[in-house]
């Protein structure tokens, strides 16, 4: 063991001053606040980011392919699924699936309340996954009949704003050739995304009985949707997809579609910045206070030192290797507590949010280890560069000078 680290384990050890003692344990508490502050703000940043974008997602595909349109209603000019050359796409490496749909914007009328409501027609080789993780009761439509099935799915706020449950009949009315025409439906279930904005416009049905409200033949479709295993790969499949469809087509990524809400959830990113260079420094200049006092209380022994022969560098070392110590203190503890909190809010959710302002029930988190080991490692950098600083008093402190030192 050198005289070095020996002497600092001396130093930080209980058989110290009092004085160095709760400065030391002040010490390792800013750390690890600031630690922790930093991993929670990534992890519900990354959560926010990732529930939202999935849900978002989950009601229009990762990339839609449509017509070019300027038609900016619910009802777009169909297309023919045939010329997207869906083979050809379902073969690009990352897709997850491909999968028609339809739009029809219609009304919802009840004895008392009257909804404008977009039926959205899809087929039976329809994923419903993600509806599924979000039904409160009921089952998702069956469509695997040879005719047009009647069941649907609506939302809870739908369900709430009409009166409805599940097994109830609804009746729908659609605008065709300025002439109203009904359809009766059975509700098959009901689900909450916690998109206000969405699950008070979309209802889910058979794609069928667009097309007959349409006249379209079985080629016709409002658009494709493609779903995708990673989301970082996005702009590249779009890219994809957009040269192997036919000029007629148009490719458009869900950012694309949905901008103002990718936009919102990016301006957190900076938010976040902030608080970890913040924390960062926060525990930086904890660092630099610590070193200092412990320096200042142990200036007579720093005169004794030199007196018998250490040179500045291995002074200096004694205190970097201290402060090594209370850094690792300090993380240790902070690692511990943030990642307790992230996996109680995880799997508990104690935490709530009111959905229709965050579009989320409760605080989302999640973290992944290399953001983790980045974190850590920044700090460990900040902390070690912030260290250097106080230690070179050192060098000015005058062997005669300190051992009178009281």
Partial sequence: MNYEYFISRRIRSKEGSSFSKPIVKVSIAGIALGLAVMLISVAILQGFQTQVRDKVSGFGGHIQITGFDSNNSYEPTPIDKNEAKIDKIERIPGILNVQEFGLKAGIVKTENQIEGIVLKGVDSLYDWSFLKERLLEGSVPDNK????????????????????????????????????????????????????????????????????????????????????????????????????????????????????????????????????????LVSGITMISTLLILILEHTRDIGMLKAMGSTNASIRKIFIYASVNITFYGLLWGNGVSLLLIFLQKTYAFIPLPADSYFVSSVPVSIGLPAILVINLSTILVCTVMMVIPSLVVRYISPVKAIRFE
């Fill in 145 to 280: 009949d040879t005719v047009a099935g009647d069941e649907i799915l609506i939302s809870e706020k739908l369900a709430n704003a009409l009166g409805f449950k599940t097994g109830d009949d609804l009746r729908m009315y659609f605008i065709i050739d300025n002439t109203a025409r009904g359809r009766k439906f059975r509700i098959s279930g009901i689900y909450n995304t916690g998109l206000a904005e969405f699950d008070e416009m979309y209802v889910f049905g058979d794609i069928r009985h667009i097309r007959k409200l349409n006249g379209w033949n079985d080629n016709l479709v409002s658009g494709i949707e493609i779903n995708i295993r990673n989301f970082d790969e996005l702009d590249a499949i779009a890219l994809d997809v957009y040269n192997i469809i036919g000029y007629k087509l148009n490719t458009q990524t869900i950012r694309q579609i949905y901008p103002q809400i990718f936009d919102w959830i990016e301006i957190q990113d900076l938010n976040v910045l902030i608080i970890l260079i913040l924390m960062a």
